[in-house]
């Protein structure tokens, strides 16, 4: 880097976080609070969260990318938080992404080599999209190397590995039937342990608390046999959807567009694949847009996009499998009229905090984006609910 540019960074990188990220002093606290609350870390690990963003050390990132539409760089980039793109662009340090960068052919490559040797044992790998292994992995080259050759090299000296989206979690839209290009996911292809944060695309605050927690502890979160972290999959969308109350009372949308899809009843019978699907969607929303904004809730049945053997595996109108059937010990409000959410930015992190807290305050963030009225639903108890995906039936 040019000395006067390495000036610049420097005192970039020397100013305090919140200025950095454009937040005031108690937004930054705030959004630190909220993060910790996310992971389900205990209490005044908030300080914790604090101190490692506001750390001047970025760890370095070498972001990959194969077979997939790039949505989950999109979906990162066009979120509305006004810190999100600035905190994933500050807190790390993207050293090589295909997509966002403004260098190509010998050039980005030859930084990716130089970024991994400064950096042996240190860097974060992320690999967003699926690996072709079928006839040895022609079918995605980058440099003239396989994705193959390329994940098995990057990986060999990270510190981490974080598969992005579904096609990179377990093989996603590339890997449907019957799957030309043998597309499969990062830990078809490497020993270590890949944390896999699936979804089409996937939620960009799932990604960033993942990021968060290995900025803070040198370690990534707890996660499930699947390598999802347990503080964002641990829970049926269909557990704190908001149409929940129409399922157990059996009123549901017959056809889209029918009295009842209008009135915003159950979708299961459209094929709404919620009751099969280990997400945090109903909870943490999407596009920071408040209320309503996530499938179900913009009319659609879930799809499954994060879930494997559910997601482009089986036919969008087929009936799910509903797991975890037992009746919880609490129930969800039924009449009480949607709101128009809360602020932006913080109806989004208040979600993904208190819908990755895992437990009944899931219920409470599904509440912010409610006017806050006095017929809030209780809290769902504990039950059968409270079942992560190892107790699935
Ligand atoms: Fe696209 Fe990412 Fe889907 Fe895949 O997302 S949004 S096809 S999960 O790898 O770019
Ligand atoms: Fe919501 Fe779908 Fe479950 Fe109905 S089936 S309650 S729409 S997740
Ligand atoms: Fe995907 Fe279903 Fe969530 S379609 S975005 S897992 S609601």
Redesign the pocket.
């Known amino acids: 880097m040019h000395d006067d540019l390495k000036q610049l960074a420097a005192a970039w990188a020397a100013r305090p976080a919140e200025e950095r990220l454009g937040m005031s002093r108690r937004g930054f606290m705030q959004f630190c609070a909220t993060l910790a609350t996310t992971l389900g870390l205990s209490k005044g690990a908030d300080a914790a969260v604090q101190q490692a963003i506001e750390s001047a050390r970025r760890p370095s990132v070498i972001w990959l990318h194969f077979q997939?539409?790039?949505?989950?760089t999109e979906s990162m980039l066009r979120a509305e938080h006004p810190t999100l793109e600035k905190l994933i662009l500050d807190v790390i340090s993207l050293d090589y992404h295909e997509t966002l960068f403004a260098a190509s052919g010998h050039q980005i490559e030859a930084a990716r080599k130089q970024a991994m040797a400064e950096n042996k044992g240190k860097y974060l790998l992320v690999v967003?999209?699926a690996i072709p292994t079928r006839d040895n992995g022609i079918y995605c080259k980058v440099g003239n190397q396989t994705a193959i050759e390329l994940t098995k090299e990057c990986a060999a000296d990270a510190a981490a590995v974080i598969a992005?989206?579904?096609?990179?979690s377990w093989g996603?839209?590339p890997a449907t039937d019957p799957n030309p290009t043998g597309a499969a996911g990062v830990q078809k292809i490497i020993d270590k342990p890949v944390v896999t944060i699936p979804?089409?695309?996937?939620n960009p605050y799932n990604f960033l608390a993942t990021v968060v927690h290995f900025l803070t502890f040198g370690s990534l979160p707890a996660t499930d046999p699947l390598g999802r972290p347990l503080f964002a999959y641990s829970r049926l969308v269909h557990e704190h959807c908001e149409r929940r109350a129409h399922f157990d009372a059996g009123r549901f949308a017959l056809e889209f567009g029918d009295e009842g899809h209008r009135r915003g009843y159950c979708l299961y019978k459209l094929g709404c694949k919620g009751p099969e699907t280990y997400a945090n969607c109903p909870t943490i929303l999407f596009g920071d847009a408040g209320s309503g904004t996530w499938p179900v809730g913009c009319g659609h049945p879930c799809i499954g996009c994060s879930e494997e053997g559910v997601g482009f595996t089986k036919p969008i109108h087929m009936l799910a499998k509903v797991k975890n059937v037992e009746p919880p010990a609490g129930y969800p409000g039924v009449a009480e009229a949607q709101g128009e959410g809360m602020s932006l930015g913080a109806a989004a992190v208040l979600a993904a905090v208190a819908g990755a807290a895992a437990g009944a305050g899931a219920m409470v963030a599904k509440n912010l984006g409610r006017q806050a009225d006095a017929g809030a639903p209780p809290a769902a108890g504990k039950g059968a609910g409270e079942q992560g995906p190892g107790s699935a039936a």
Do not use: V, Y
Request: aromatic letters at 0%; one cysteine or more; hydrophobic letters at 15%.
């Open positions: 997939e539409c790039t949505g989950c967003e999209g992005i989206g579904s096609c990179a996603g839209m979804g089409c695309p996937p």
